[in-house]
């Protein structure tokens, strides 16, 4: 059944709206509904009876069979126009590009396949082919349910298909399960490259004394760029017993505001800063530096690391000035409690990540501090 109610508006006006649910593949039931506009009672009815007669038709369609029972099978190009034709008003045009990528490498992986052929294993040699492209599991993961809605409108909608692959059941582990998402490492960037790096800057020229302490205090203090670039000077306490800057809970990625202490030697930079500013309340100590193609953290990284010659074989193509704030969680010796303060992580499970190279160190040590008669033997 529907209902029909009316529903004001924020800008003083008013709508219909028609509200029904429908019924999914897996036994549940989803709420739909439409605005009508400020029509006429009476027409708003009359669209309420229409829906209501053609959600009868499909259950009983549903429940008895369907006049025409026979399946139309659909090439996958034929599948894409179809599918794409019937959610363009239902998604919004974001989903439908994915919908598009998705259709796109299925075309590449299974060209000459029809609907009435779908099953289980070409599912998984799709999801094989996404995974030698060197797709990541979440992105892997994200297909195969993008390709699972498309076979469930093939089957309920568009007659092309008997039942969705998806919901072929087994003892032999017949569920397609997704892809497990491996954690990588944080990346750490050598002490020879740290030093080279920060050799590399002119701290006479004020643009690249500004980056220098840009990136040194990522590196310092490991926070992040986005945080970094939009401290304002009334964040910045130099005059302290221990200097100290406060990142704003709405900089911050756990919303909760973070103040962390200056490091020594940078203190004077940054009163040098000051002085050739003559900074207001509320300026940014960066405003150079904006999440922009040009001034983008990131792109100001990578001129100092070419300009350095840095190996880049050894850094990876994606290096990032994140790998400051990692080298930082890696390298240090203390407490994981102590840098998970430091990062503001909600959580001391985030911070286990930076635990990996620390553990290697002190098994390292374990394994090095053997006795000295243990050299007679490879004597």
């Known amino acids: 059944m529907a209902s029909l109610y009316k529903r004001d508006l924020k800008n003083g006006n008013w709508t219909w709206v028609l509200q029904w649910y429908v019924k999914q593949p897996n036994g549940t039931t989803k709420k739909r509904y439409k605005h009508l506009g400020s029509i006429s009672k009476t027409r708003a009815k009359q669209i309420k009876s229409a829906k209501e007669s053609k959600l009868a038709e499909e259950k009983f369609a549903l429940l008895f069979g369907d006049d025409d029972p026979e399946i139309t099978p659909l090439t996958i190009a034929a599948l894409k126009v179809k599918f794409i034709d019937i959610k363009k008003h239902q998604v919004k045009h974001t989903t439908i590009k994915l919908y598009e990528n998705m259709f796109k ?191 983008h953290p990131s792109t100001i990284f990578h001129q100092y690391t070419k300009r350095a010659k840095i190996d880049e074989e050894r850094l990876g193509a994606n290096y990032t000035p994140y790998w400051l704030r990692h080298t930082l969680g890696s390298t240090s010796d203390a407490p994981i409690q102590d840098i998970s303060a430091l990062y503001n992580h909600s959580d001391v499970k985030v911070t286990q990540k930076y635990s990996h190279r620390q553990n290697l160190q002190r098994k390292a040590k374990v394994v090095n501090s053997y006795p000295a008669w243990v050299d007679l033997i490879h004597e």
């Open 105 to 295: 490498h299925l075309r590449k992986c299974l060209p000459d396949l029809r609907t009435d052929e779908f099953d289980r294993a070409h599912i998984l040699e799709y999801r094989n082919y996404l995974v030698q492209k060197g797709f990541k599991a979440p992105t892997v993961n994200k297909h195969m349910k993008l390709l699972k809605a498309v076979l469930n409108e093939a089957v309920y909608t568009l007659k092309a298909l008997e039942s969705n692959p998806f919901n072929n059941y087994n003892g032999n582990g017949g569920k397609i399960k997704p892809l497990p998402e491996e954690k990588e490492n944080p990346h750490v960037m050598p002490p020879e490259h740290i030093q080279t790096f920060f050799r590399e800057f002119d701290k006479t020229i004020p643009k690249e004394l500004r980056d220098y302490t840009f990136f040194h205090t990522m590196y310092c203090i490991g926070c992040r760029p986005g945080e970094l670039s939009r401290l304002t000077w009334d964040k910045v306490y130099l005059d302290e017993e221990i200097p100290y800057i406060v990142f704003p809970a709405n900089t911050t990625k756990a919303n909760k505001e973070n103040p962390v202490p200056i490091p020594s030697h940078l203190v004077e930079d940054y009163k040098i800063l000051q002085e050739e500013m003559q900074p207001e309340d509320g300026d940014r100590v960066y405003p150079h530096i904006r999440l922009s193609d040009r001034s």
